[in-house]
């Protein structure tokens, strides 16, 4: 019964969130994926990452899939990267695949290359 692992359903991973009446200075670490509709000032290294609208990131992202909707300032280092209508872009985009969702401000520039993540 407790040790029977073939008879475990696989549970899909439950987003770390980041609420918007929290702000985050320094560094943020996840196995799994993240949600951000706070701020945070400094680096997040996760699975995936999702800035939903009215969320900010100032710093260094170094993750797998990242999606911003909200504002974003700094370096972002992924395999994929969308930016949504609502984004607000501004740095660095060192990706593999990008999309870009009509309404986005984008000031940045791009590299494409092979990135290390998690």
């Known amino acids: 019964m407790f040790g029977n692992k073939e008879n475990m359903a696989e549970v899909a991973p439950v987003s770390s969130m980041i609420g918007a009446d929290m702000r985050i200075t320094g560094t943020v670490i996840s196995d799994g994926p993240v949600v951000c509709a706070g701020q945070i000032e ?3 290294e996760c699975d995936s990452l999702h800035i939903l609208p009215g969320g900010t990131l100032n710093g260094d ?13 700094g370096t972002i280092k ?3 990267v969308q930016l949504a209508k609502h984004a607000d872009f501004n740095g660095e ?3 593999d695949g990008i999309a870009i969702d009509e ?9 494409k290359g092979q990135v290390k993540n998690g």
């Open 78 to 80: 992924a395999e994929t």
């Open 103 to 111: 309404g986005a401000k984008i000031e940045a520039s791009f590299s």
């Open 93 to 95: 985009l060192c990706c």
């Open 42 to 44: 400094g680096t997040i």
């Open 61 to 73: 992202i170094n993750a797998k899939s990242v999606t911003v909707d909200g504002v974003m300032v």
